[in-house]
Nanobody, 113 residues
Framework: VQLVESGGGLVQPGGSLRLSCAAS????????MSWYRQAPEKERELVAA????????VYATSVKGRFTISRDNAKNTVYLQMNSLKPEDTAVYYC???????WGRGTRVTVSS
């Protein structure tokens, strides 16, 4: 079982990034998926989550209206579209699958001018 995040990088405030989480070793369609983030010296927090079928989503208040979580079960991939990025969005972003409590190794996002 493996989750591999990609798409992070350096972006200016107001910019956009799309993160991807590619799953291997299991069938993604059977899992609820989430994106978490951890900023320096802060606890890991939930950013967004999506049900196994994609029919339900939840977002942290701080990202609602700016971020969109989606999934393509045929590609075994989950995405996080991040728009109107702010410096406070700077963090390492992790992909998570449940049941099973599987984590990726993270991708770093830095929002700075």
């Amino acid at each position: 079982v493996q989750l591999v995040e990609s798409g992070g990088g350096l972006v200016q405030p107001g910019g956009s990034l799309r993160l991807s989480c590619a799953a291997s070793g299991f069938t993604l369609s059977r899992y609820d998926m989430s994106w978490y983030r951890q900023a320096p010296e802060k606890e890991r927090e939930l950013v967004a989550a999506i049900t196994s079928t994609g029919g339900g989503t939840v977002y942290a208040t701080s990202v609602k209206g700016r971020f969109t979580i989606s999934r393509d079960n045929a590609k075994n991939t989950v995405y996080l579209q991040m728009n109107s990025l702010k410096p406070e969005d700077t963090a390492v972003y992790y992909c998570h699958a449940t049941p099973g409590n599987y984590w990726g190794r993270g991708t770093r996002v830095t929002v700075s001018s």
